[in-house]
């Protein structure tokens, strides 16, 4: 399986983007999917997951401001993110597994990232 992220860019504090995922591959043998994000000088931190079957879960920091969702039969991952602020700056990488029950750090299948900056 492969995953290319993209969709980042700079935006000023209060605005929008959508970022995407497009997954290839062995696509059929995907479970859960997540992105994560990684600000300089930080460690990854999990933004959010969500299962094959539309189950998701947020970090406390975006909760209520981004939303993941999924196109299975698109092959695709979505993070919609809205309200950012400038914390929110980080490289995003979208990350997968083909496993059922295992931690989001642990899956298997990762993608290169994809820069979002929030200006003040």
């Known amino acids: 399986v492969q995953l290319q992220a993209c969709g980042g860019g700079l935006v000023q504090a209060g605005g929008s983007l959508r970022l995407s995922c497009a997954a290839s591959?062995?696509?059929?043998?995907?479970?859960?999917m997540a992105w994560y994000r990684q600000a300089p000088g930080k460690e990854r931190e999990l933004v959010a997951t969500?299962?094959?079957?539309?189950?998701?879960n947020y970090a406390d920091s975006v909760k209520g401001r981004f939303t993941i969702s999924r196109d299975s039969a698109k092959s695709l991952l979505y993070l919609q993110m809205n309200s950012l602020k400038p914390e929110d700056t980080a490289v995003y990488c979208c990350?997968?597994?083909?496993?059922?029950?295992?931690?989001?750090?642990?899956?298997?299948?990762w993608g290169q990232g994809t820069q979002v900056t929030v200006s003040s």
């Open positions: 990350a997968a597994t083909s496993r059922i029950g295992v931690r989001a750090d642990l899956y298997e299948y």
């Open positions: 591959g062995s696509i059929f043998s995907i479970n859960s």
């Open positions: 969500i299962t094959s079957g539309g189950s998701a």
